[in-house]
């Protein structure tokens, strides 16, 4: 069974940074997808950036890009997601996902997952 457990979130002031955490377990990721995604309260959930487990290829929402990175550490089997330049619209509980062989072209639908972490709270101050 596939386990993703976030962490790092937190409350920093806009500018600042924060670095999230995705802890997966239960499975060999190498043909996985792992994103991240948000929601903020009274939205829709949306993509923030994603990562190919072996092929190492990534993809950032027009709104954090330039700001955030992902990156995998294979060894620790963890996705980081490094924010820089926090601003307030970026508060919201941030989610890690795992998905399955899928197309590049479907890594921005949350339908296009199977696995969710339980999320962590990131709230920017202005």
């Known amino acids: 069974q596939v386990q993703l457990v976030e962490s790092g979130g937190g409350l920093v002031q806009a500018g600042g940074s924060l670095r999230l955490s995705c802890a997966a377990s239960?499975?060999?990721?190498?043909?996985?997808?792992i994103s991240w995604f948000r929601q903020a309260p009274g939205k829709e959930r949306e993509f923030v950036a994603t990562?190919?487990?072996?092929?190492?290829?990534?993809n950032y929402a027009d709104s954090v890009k330039g700001r955030f990175t992902i990156s995998r550490d294979n060894a620790e089997n963890t996705v980081y997601l490094q924010m820089n330049s926090l601003k307030p619209e970026g508060t919201a509980v941030y989610y890690c996902?795992?998905?399955?062989?899928?197309?590049?072209?479907?890594?921005?639908?949350?339908?296009?997952?199977?696995?969710w972490g339980q999320g962590t709270q990131v709230t920017v101050s202005s």
């Open positions: 996902a795992a998905a399955f062989g899928i197309s590049y072209y479907v890594t921005q639908s949350s339908r296009s997952y199977d696995y």
């Open positions: 239960g499975r060999t990721f190498s043909q996985y997808y």
């Open positions: 990562i190919h487990w072996s092929g190492g290829g990534t």
